[in-house]
């Protein structure tokens, strides 16, 4: 299978690797054309373009846009849950052809990609243990949580130090590839939706292990040797503010 992603990271991004990684690990085999927009708005004024380009030009066999629900996409009022801001893309895929339609689907984290991470006890625990200091690392409800990058951060400094906080492009592949199985992912419904559309089954299981990854483990360690500065965000597409700014249903009680 070609799997395109189209993704709010920069390119060799903690987006693009994980999520590349844990495509080997579900679908052995698979081969993964990454397009790296750089920051959240570009994906809702430029996501749906990238993807059509994957289908008919790349020849991908899916395609998954895929996006942060935190930081919030800006409009009036801003969008608090994925269909909301799903319903932007959406939009704008019904204008391509279906059988291209066909072939992209969105896939929204809530809240994070460290989400996934902190699920998995035992996989942050192994990254910051060494072989003279064993961490324990704890978090309950992990869906819950609304900040995982911060728990991350702040488990990282209690473990290394102050000055030694989570650094995602060098620590996120590492951790990925430190998680055994989908076990505790799979609790999480962000990664639940990613591993059925790529195998049809929101429970699949890892068929490789991490050591599938080694080669995105060393891109990533040599990408954080040099810090790039970020371009200026894009501003979100109007459509996107009229769409937020309509008024949501109340839910029956």
Known sequence: MKLGLVLECDVGGPDELVLTCFARRLVPGTAVDPVTLGDKPSIFSKGVEAAQRLVETNGCDLV??????????????????????????RQRLAALKPAT??????????????????????AV??????????????????????????ILDKACKDARGNSRGY?????????????????KL??????????ELLTGNSAAPFQQSGDVCKDLRYGAAMMGQAGATPPPPTPAPPEAAKILAKPRQKRRK
């Open 186 to 195: 799979q609790a999480i419904p962000s990664f639940g939706r990613f591993a």
């Open 125 to 150: 625990s192994a990254h910051l243990s060494t072989d003279a200091h064993k961490t324990k690392f704890k978090c309950s409800k992990p869906g819950d949580k609304t900040d995982p990058k911060a």
């Open 64 to 89: 998954l846009i895929v996006w942060d629900l935190k930081p919030f996409l800006e409009g009036p009022p801003p969008a608090t849950h994925c269909k909301h801001e799903a319903e932007v893309l």
């Open 101 to 122: 339609r066909d072939k992209i689907r969105l896939l929204c984290l809530t809240w994070e990609l460290e989400t996934w991470f902190i699920a998995d006890e035992k």
């Open 167 to 183: 650094e995602d492009f060098k620590e996120a592949i590492r951790i990925a590839c430190e998680i055994e199985n989908t076990n």
